[in-house]
């Protein structure tokens, strides 16, 4: 079943004018249908009443929501920015000696002579805790 009604336009008024405008001008080949548009906008603008008449923070949140989501993309975006920076400074780090370094021998030969030990890099540290 297909039902009808009409609208008036008083072009005086701006948002009417705005309104006509849009039904009148817009894109056919983003907007199939001027019909498709005007139910999603009564249907979005009734729901939204709707929703308002239930909880009156509605809009509250929906502007703290926004100013959320605006918060972490630019943090993003600036992270993404400086994160050469910090993997170069990783890097340089890295390079100078300041990362710990994987012993050359497996620490199962830790019990080696002290000959042994007297060429091991590693012969300062004191391996007692691991128990053997």
């Keep these: 079943m297909v039902k009808m009604t009409c609208f008036r336009f008083n072009l005086d008024n701006p948002e009417h004018a705005k309104a006509w ?19 999603k906008a009564v249907n979005e603008y009734f729901d939204r009443m709707q929703k308002l008449s239930d909880d009156p923070y509605f809009e509250t949140r929906q502007r703290e929501e926004r100013f959320v989501q605006q918060i972490v993309s630019e943090v993003g975006k ?35 002579t002290a000959e042994d030990n007297e060429n091991d890099e590693y012969s300062d540290i004191d391996l007692d805790f691991i128990g053997g």
């Design 21 to 39: 405008g849009y039904l009148h001008d817009f894109d056919r080949d983003k907007v199939k249908s001027g019909n498709t548009a005007v139910v």
């Design 78 to 112: 600036a992270l993404i920015a400086e994160m050469p920076k910090l993997l170069a400074s990783l890097m340089l780090s890295l390079n100078q000696g300041y990362a710990v370094q994987a012993p050359a021998k497996p620490v199962s030969q830790a019990n080696n």
